[in-house]
C-alpha cells in the first residue's frame, strides 16, 4: 500500500479518533451517576469504537492468544508497552474492569483526562519517588478488593519495536504486597501503531495472555524476573520474523522508562 494512502487513511482514523473522545468523554459525567460496573461498561464503549475504527479504516486486525489463563480471582495484569493500541484495547477485552496505573498529569488533559478521572484509577505523583509507590500499593489493595485488576506496563514506557526495556519491580511489588498473581501479557501493536510516527500500517496484532505467575514465596525481584522471561520469550514468538532479535535497551531509552512503579 502506498505511503499517500497510508496517511489519508492514518488521518481519518485521527478524525476519528478526536471526533469519538470530544463526544463520548461529556457523556461520561452522565454515566458516572450509575453503578460503577455500568458507568465502566458505558465508558469502554469508547475504547470499543477506536479498536473497531482502527480495524476498518487502518487494516489494523487482532487475534487473541490464551484467553482461558484469565483467572477467576483477584490479580495484576502486567503488560507489554509498545503502543497506545493495548491501554484502548484492553479495558473491554478482559474479564472485569481494570485500573491503569497512570500519570496523574493526565488528568488535566480535555475529554480524555477527564473520562479517566471519572473512572477512579490510579493516579501518581512521580515527583514523589517512593512515596507514589505507596500510593499505588494503597489503591492497589483498595481497587482489588472491588474486584478490579490494576494494569502496569513494567517497562514503563512504551518501546519500540525490537527493543526489550528495563523492568521495574513495581508491579511485582503490589502483588507480593496483596498476596494476588500477576497475568503476564505480550503484544507486538508496534508493528501497526508505532510509538511516534504518525502513519498507522494494516496487519495482525497478537495478544497473547500468558497463565497467571503465583506471588506467593517469592520476592518482587524473582516474580519480575519470571514474568520479563515470558513476556520476552513469548515477543519473539508473536513478532513479525527478523524484528524481535534486540535485548539491550539504548541508554537513551532506558531513562526514558525510569517511572516510580
Known sequence: MSTPLLYLRS??????????????????FLFALLPYRQHYNMTVLWNRFNIQAARLVCGIRYQIKGEENLPDEPAIVLCKHQSTWETLFL???????????YKRELNYV??????IALLRMIPINRSKGKDAFAQVVELGRQRLQEGRWPVLFPEGTRIPVGLKG???TGGARLAVEAGVPVIPIAVNSGE????????????LITVSI????RSAGLTPAELMQQVENWI??????????GIYTIDNLPNHLEAASSDPA
Open 11 to 28: 488521518c481519518v482514523f485521527m478524525l476519528l479518533f478526536a471526533l469519538s473522545t470530544a463526544i463520548w468523554a461529556p457523556i461520561c
Open 91 to 101: 479495558c473491554y477485552n478482559l474479564t472485569r474492569p481494570l485500573v491503569f496505573v
Open 110 to 115: 480535555p475529554f480524555f483526562g477527564w473520562g
Open 166 to 168: 528495563k523492568y521495574k
Open 192 to 203: 501497526c501503531w508505532p510509538k511516534k510516527p504518525f502513519i498507522k500500517k494494516p496487519g
Open 210 to 213: 500468558g497463565k497467571p505467575i
Open 232 to 241: 520476552e520469550s513469548e515477543m519473539r514468538v508473536i513478532s513479525s520474523p
